[in-house]
């Protein structure tokens, strides 16, 4: 008798603890802090899942959506995991990993098999992540809120821009003059460390434009420009943010704004683009697109109803400045130095002032957005 308890005793002692292993939320200790968080769990069909909203603010994760192929990227510590919706399969460098239980979108979020975060995780990322007991302990993940900005006025030196009709104001001035009233306010009301690609009227070519922001670990890329058209009444207001694909409108402007490359830089420099664009943009652009689109359409929204400039939209371009660029990215296009009305306004500081502050105003709420979502 006595025996009979003892084994019922341990034997319940094994299914507990069991069963807590298998279904308990996953405590996730970063170094050096005391408290750890709690990964819920919740059982759907049985099995162990954890929701993505509650994975991102703890390991300062990302996820995106490929909805039209059914792919999930998560990326999380710098590196690129790739899913497929309803499949226990995965993607993690070149190699390929079965969960046991598959990936799932249920009420509008995205579920992970307990089981990734626990077992997975560790292996793939073992020098980031290592078990601890039934839960796990982490290094302390990247801070990715903005904090550094580059911004990028178009043109310079050699290169004027587009020049105005009436007045014959050139491009690469009111670029500048409206990047370096920004480049205060940000540094004085934001707070950010602010840096300027050129701060005086000198050339520089668009990878050094890239690359100066890239070496500084810029979270933001904003490039400032000036339009034109071949007609007079073009006017208002453009963001852009890279694409491949485009509007044969912003096939124009794009155009437009590559044509430093074969007017202006070395020889052999297009040539040198291209072969890089797709890999470029692949890698860089393509984890940022929605942070990008986002960036622009903020920026545009304060930009037109702040100025009462012509909405001519968020659009998505080829620019080759905007390529290689490894943060969101976008270029802005004040409005039309070839309309006279609107050059008279693109040289006029007080004007430049307003330009500033809307663009200043838009990149204020993706930052407040930004850093909410990534360090709750
Ligand atoms: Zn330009």
Same mark, same amino acid.
């Given at each position: 008798?006595?025996?009979?308890?003892?084994?019922?005793?341990?034997?319940?002692?094994?299914?507990?603890? =069991?069963?807590?292993?298998?279904?308990?939320?996953?405590?996730?200790?970063?170094?050096?802090?005391?408290?750890?968080?709690?990964?819920?769990?919740?059982?759907?069909?049985?099995?162990?899942?954890?929701?993505?909203? &509650?994975?991102?603010? &703890?390991?300062?994760?990302?996820?995106?959506?490929?909805?039209?192929?059914?792919?999930?990227?998560?990326?999380?510590? +710098?590196?690129?995991?790739?899913?497929?919706?309803?499949?226990?399969?995965?993607?993690?460098? !070149?190699?390929?990993? !079965?969960?046991?239980?598959?990936?799932? =979108?249920?009420?509008?979020?995205?579920?992970?098999?307990? &089981?990734?975060?626990?077992?997975?995780?560790?292996?793939?990322?073992?020098?980031?992540?290592?078990?601890?007991?039934?839960?796990l302990q982490v290094d302390v993940p990247p801070d990715r809120s903005v904090q550094t900005i580059v911004l990028d006025p178009g043109h310079g030196g050699r290169d004027p821009g587009a020049v105005g009709r009436t007045l014959r104001a050139k491009e690469k001035d009111i670029n500048l003059a409206v990047a370096r009233q920004l480049k205060a306010m =940000?540094?004085?009301?934001?707070?950010?460390?602010?840096?300027? *690609?050129?701060?005086?009227?000198?050339?520089?070519? =668009?990878?050094?434009? *890239?690359?100066?922001?890239?070496?500084?670990?810029?979270?933001?890329?904003?490039?400032?420009?000036?339009?034109?058209?071949?007609?007079?009444?073009?006017?208002?207001?453009?963001? #852009?943010?890279?694409?491949?694909?485009? *509007?044969?409108?912003?096939?124009?402007?794009?155009?437009?704004?590559?044509?430093? &490359?074969?007017? #202006?830089?070395?020889? +052999?420099?297009?040539?040198?683009?291209?072969?890089?664009?797709?890999?470029?943009?692949?890698?860089?652009? *393509?984890?940022?697109?929605?942070?990008?689109?986002?960036?622009?359409?903020?920026?545009?929204?304060?930009?037109?109803? +702040?100025?009462?400039?012509?909405?001519?939209?968020?659009?998505?371009? !080829?620019?080759?400045?905007?390529?290689?660029?490894?943060?969101?990215?976008?270029?802005?296009?004040? +409005?039309?130095?070839?309309?006279?009305?609107?050059?008279?306004?693109?040289? !006029?500081?007080?004007y430049q002032n307003r330009l500033a502050r809307t663009i200043f105003e838009g990149l204020k709420r993706f930052k407040y957005r930004y850093d909410r979502i990534r360090n709750t």
């Amino acid at each position: 008798m006595l025996m009979n308890n003892k084994v019922i005793f341990v034997f319940t002692i094994i299914i507990v603890a =069991l069963y807590s292993s298998l279904f308990a939320d996953i405590s996730v200790q970063i170094r050096g802090t005391t408290r750890p968080h709690n990964l819920r769990t919740q059982s759907i069909d049985g099995i162990d899942y954890v929701d993505t909203e &509650v994975i991102n603010p &703890v390991f300062k994760s990302m996820l995106k959506h490929e909805y039209s192929d059914n792919k999930v990227f998560l990326y999380i510590y +710098g590196e690129q995991f790739l899913f497929l919706l309803d499949t226990p399969y995965y993607t993690f460098g !070149n190699n390929h990993y !079965n969960m046991q239980y598959p990936i799932l =979108l249920r009420q509008s979020k995205t579920w992970l098999p307990a &089981v990734f975060i626990r077992e997975h995780l560790p292996q793939r990322l073992s020098d980031k992540i290592s078990r601890s007991g039934s839960g796990l302990q982490v290094d302390v993940p990247p801070d990715r809120s903005v904090q550094t900005i580059v911004l990028d006025p178009g043109h310079g030196g050699r290169d004027p821009g587009a020049v105005g009709r009436t007045l014959r104001a050139k491009e690469k001035d009111i670029n500048l003059a409206v990047a370096r009233q920004l480049k205060a306010m =940000l540094e004085r009301e934001l707070g950010v460390r602010v840096l300027i *690609t050129r701060d005086n009227d000198e050339f520089m070519s =668009l990878g050094a434009r *890239t690359r100066f922001a890239n070496d500084n670990r810029a979270d933001l890329f904003v490039s400032i420009h000036t339009n034109s058209s071949t007609g007079r009444a073009g006017n208002g207001i453009e963001t #852009y943010y890279l694409s491949t694909a485009g *509007t044969s409108d912003s096939r124009a402007v794009e155009a437009l704004e590559n044509n430093v &490359v074969e007017l #202006y830089e070395e020889a +052999g420099a297009r040539q040198q683009y291209d072969a890089l664009a797709f890999i470029l943009s692949d890698l860089s652009q *393509t984890e940022h697109l929605e942070n990008s689109n986002t960036l622009a359409t903020l920026v545009h929204q304060n930009l037109v109803a +702040g100025t009462r400039g012509q909405d001519r939209g968020v659009r998505q371009a !080829n620019f080759f400045v905007l390529r290689g660029a490894f943060m969101p990215a976008i270029l802005i296009e004040l +409005g039309f130095i070839s309309n006279e009305d609107e050059e008279a306004k693109l040289v !006029n500081p007080q004007y430049q002032n307003r330009l500033a502050r809307t663009i200043f105003e838009g990149l204020k709420r993706f930052k407040y957005r930004y850093d909410r979502i990534r360090n709750t």
